[in-house]
T-cell receptor, first 113, second 107 residues
Framework: DAGITQSPRHKVTETGTPVTLRCHQTENHRYMYWYRQDPGHGLRLIHYSYGVKDTDKGEVSDGYSVSRSKTEDFLLTLESATSSQTSVYFC????????????FGPGTRLTVT | KNEVEQSPQNLTAQEGEFITINCSYSVGISALHWLQQHPGGGIVSLFMLSSGKKKHGRLIATINIQEKHSSLHITASHPRDSAVYICAVSDTDKLIFGTGTRLQVFP
């Protein structure tokens, strides 16, 4: 299995509070991704990174920010959580562009009350 | 209309049956991915292919680039194959996902 972990694995938070999710990899892969998974929508890309300090938006980036200060860590921040951000969040890594396999972390279940 | 469509959405089978899951896409791609997600579990990459056919154990994936269609076949299905199977396509550095096919295999 690819060395990719997510923390926390579960979190319950209140509307309006900031939340940061962490993705950590030990594979030295260049690309890292944050997705959310919701019933009926499948996986949707929030943000991705193609190198340290290099990030770009995905299709559902509103309300989220990311940071990547070192190769192994990719942080996803909800500045002010809303109930619509209740979801399961997956991090993924890849050694290259879209023609390379992506390896997924175990997921973080976030509930915003 | 979604760029990646899977069919069927739900599938039930008896152990031992041959199973086919289909994926159609409407965009240009560099590769197509098949992923597996067990209930409450993580997501595992099964195949990545850009042409022809790949086989791994009882799983076979095929792709027809001209028709923009891929199929995932499971031979001699087993209850442990019960999972959601997800098709995704990539052009540059991002994946576009289908909504998945939920497969249940009964003993």
């Amino acid at each position: 299995d690819a060395g990719i972990t997510q923390s926390p694995r579960h979190k319950v938070t209140e509307t309006g509070t900031p939340v940061t999710l962490r993705c950590h990899q030990t594979e030295n892969h260049r690309y890292m991704y944050w997705y959310r998974q919701d019933p009926g929508h499948g996986l949707r890309l929030i943000h991705y990174s193609y190198g340290v300090k290099d990030t770009d938006k995905g299709e559902v980036s509103d309300g989220y920010s990311v940071s990547r200060s070192k190769t192994e860590d990719f942080l996803l921040t909800l500045e002010s959580a809303t109930s619509s951000q209740t979801s399961v969040y997956f991090c993924a890594i890849s050694g290259g562009q879209g023609d390379r396999e992506q390896y997924f972390g175990p997921g973080t279940r976030l509930t915003v009350t | 209309k979604n760029e990646v469509e899977q069919s069927p959405q739900n599938l039930t089978a008896q152990e031992g049956e041959f199973i086919t899951i289909n994926c159609s896409y409407s965009v240009g791609i560099s590769a197509l991915h098949w992923l597996q997600q067990h209930p409450g579990g993580g997501i595992v990459s099964l195949f990545m292919l850009s042409s022809g056919k790949k086989k791994h154990g009882r799983l076979i994936a095929t792709i027809n680039i001209q028709e923009k269609h891929s199929s995932l076949h499971i031979t001699a299905s087993h209850p442990r194959d019960s999972a959601v199977y997800i098709c995704a396509v990539s052009d540059t550095d991002k994946l576009i996902f289908g909504t998945g096919t939920r497969l249940q295999v009964f003993p």
